[in-house]
């Protein structure tokens, strides 16, 4: 029986898939284009990777029921809302940086279930 926890956790590392590939599709449609692979993964790119990769590894172990599962969701969560912030605060434009908010609320969402329902 999947758990409210496990559907969070499961969730997560969907939201965070997602927004891994995103950032994953933008360094494609770069190198594609003829620019080189170190040119298109810059530190924002290099930044998204990490956060997402994390967030979906702590949501697949949430939803696994493995201990500190939560916690490693958490250090992908903050680390992408993190970058969303980052965004925003430079001033970029919105069509830009909405997707990484929209995405980092729902992942907030989503890893604060994981941490204050108790594993069962």
């Given at each position: 029986m999947l758990t409210i926890r496990r559907i969070a956790?499961?969730?997560?590392?969907?939201?965070?898939?997602w927004l891994l590939?995103?950032?994953?599709?933008g360094v494609l449609m770069m190198t594609s284009r003829g620019s080189p692979l170190?040119?298109?993964?810059?530190?924002?790119?290099?930044?998204?990777f990490v956060a997402a990769g994390v967030a979906i590894l702590g949501g697949?172990?949430?939803?696994?029921?493995?201990?500190f599962g939560?916690?490693?969701?958490?250090?992908?969560?903050?680390?992408f809302t993190a970058l969303a912030a980052a965004f925003v605060l430079?001033?970029?434009?919105?069509?830009i940086w909405l997707d990484e908010?929209?995405?980092?609320?729902?992942?907030?969402?989503?890893?604060g279930i994981l941490l204050f329902i108790r594993r069962s």
């Open positions: 956790g499961l969730g997560l590392a969907a939201v965070s898939g590939w995103q950032g994953l599709e170190a040119q298109a993964i810059d530190l924002l790119n290099g930044w998204r697949l172990l949430a939803a696994a029921n493995v201990r939560a916690v490693v969701a958490l250090i992908g969560t903050v680390l430079a001033g970029a434009d919105a069509s908010v929209l995405g980092a609320a729902a992942m907030i969402v989503l890893t």
